[in-house]
């Protein structure tokens, strides 16, 4: 099987690469800005290319496009807004024009989103049916981004990921979330009572082998744990791991303060489920926070 994967240095894209190469019959290309860095951190057998062509698409059985600037590195100045939205919405707009030129377009496309496209909600369960999204900066960056990837949808099946908040040792998330329970610093944000909606990276990466192995799975998709939890319930669970104390909270103006517009990713949340995926017989390795938790920090 032939793939073609953007945004392969990142988080997602890595592990799932580390996956893929496991079967000697994969070719694993990857499209990258920066060659230099992909040809250190990846495999020697992963082929790397800084230009995107009419062949490499028709070379492809599947292309898995997960690139796009981190939305949560940097506060949004106008600047880093632009960049957030460019970097996903211009590559996937030429990836699609080229499978509509295609003689031979792919079997499949899967492309990034995020739960962020339903904006901040209330605690009621949220399906991939659910449209009543709250318009704001992470909904209307990711509510383009699917509908331009969608467009590739007359030739060949599409799945969007709607991605939560991935659980990985070294990076992501919860390198950044550990480091004040690690120095007796940890708590809630604000009162805690927003949902997390959290997947561990291992359960990521089989869930995109699912989709490409269930050929009835297309459209949007929700990538999370069925088992969300508050904030509070989250900053508990990891001081617990941890043997650390949970003890102070954050408040929500001194976020505003120090990150602006982007606080809002930590003060509200969405409790989502990924019912396509327990429809279609996903079997979640780490279920439960603190069991996946214990895998990432005290393996």
Known sequence: MNYLITGGTGL???HLIGKLIQNKRNCVTVLTRNVNKAVKLLDERVNVINRLSLENIEEADIIINLAGEAIADKRWSRKQKNKICHSRWLLTQQIVSLIEKAKSPPNL???GSAIGIYGRQSNQPITEEFKDYHEEFSSTVCQRW???ASKASARTRVALLRTGIVLAKEQGALAKMSLPFRIGLGGK???GEQIMSWIHIEDMVNAIIHIIENQTLHGAINITSEKTVTNKQFSFILAN????PC?????S????LMFGEMADLLLYGQNVQPKKLKM???KFKYENLDIALKSLLNG
């Open 12 to 14: 997602i894209g890595y």
């Open 109 to 111: 496309l899967i492309s």
């Open 146 to 148: 699917e509908k331009i």
């Open 189 to 191: 944000i604000a009162q």
């Open 241 to 244: 791991t941890l043997n650390r």
């Open 247 to 251: 003890l102070f909270t954050t408040p």
């Open 253 to 256: 103006f001194l976020l505003k």
């Open 280 to 282: 279609s017989n996903f």
